[in-house]
């Protein structure tokens, strides 16, 4: 599905992969695609914008999509992200991951990067954690504790 879009403007990322990665059962998925891809929406689709990004207050988002998959349900979720160099988009997985509250969830594939495990995610594998992570919550204006 990620084929779907340019070469490293589409991310697979959170929850799915984390379940993935752990031999656990997949409950949906979520696809973070550069907004320069996003599809051309109507007046009333753009006014739905704001209830819908509640969920990903942490990244800058312009559209969410849903979709199903091969079974799944999929939400595709359009991100304003500003590539500085050609380069930069060999980052956009890093810089969707790091803005995911839960450490656990910090992952995220491109065919071009492959699978791109945060410090946080290895963190909290490797002592067997879930950790939540106030600075993202903090950009969020979200009370940490």
Same mark, same amino acid.
């Given at each position: 599905?990620?084929?779907?879009? $340019? ?5 697979l990322?959170?929850? /799915?992969?984390r379940?993935?990665y ?8 979520d696809?973070?695609v550069?907004?320069?891809h ?10 739905? =914008? ?11 988002v /312009?559209?969410?999509?849903? *979709?199903?998959?091969?079974?799944y349900?999929?939400?595709? =979720?359009?991100? &304003?992200y ?7 988009i060999?980052?956009f $997985? ?5 803005r995911? &509250? ?7 594939y491109?065919?071009e990067?492959?699978?791109v ?7 909290? *594998? ?7 992570h106030?600075?993202?919550?903090? /950009?969020m ?5």
């Amino acid at each position: 599905m990620l084929k779907h879009w $340019p070469s490293g403007h589409a991310v697979l990322a959170g929850g /799915a992969l984390r379940d993935v990665y752990f031999g656990n059962t997949v409950k949906d998925v979520d696809i973070f695609v550069h907004s320069d891809h996003k599809p051309q929406l109507t007046e009333a689709e753009e006014l739905s =914008i704001q209830e819908r990004r509640s969920k990903y207050d942490a990244l800058p988002v /312009a559209w969410i999509e849903k *979709r199903k998959f091969l079974g799944y349900k999929v939400e595709v =979720i359009y991100v &304003d992200y500003e590539f500085e160099y050609e380069d930069d988009i060999n980052e956009f $997985p890093r810089h969707i991951i790091k803005r995911f &509250d839960i450490g656990l969830c910090k992952i995220g594939y491109t065919p071009e990067a492959g699978v791109v495990l945060s410090p946080e995610f290895i963190f909290d *594998r490797d002592g067997k954690l879930i950790s939540i992570h106030h600075e993202t919550l903090a /950009a969020m204006n979200m009370p940490s504790g």
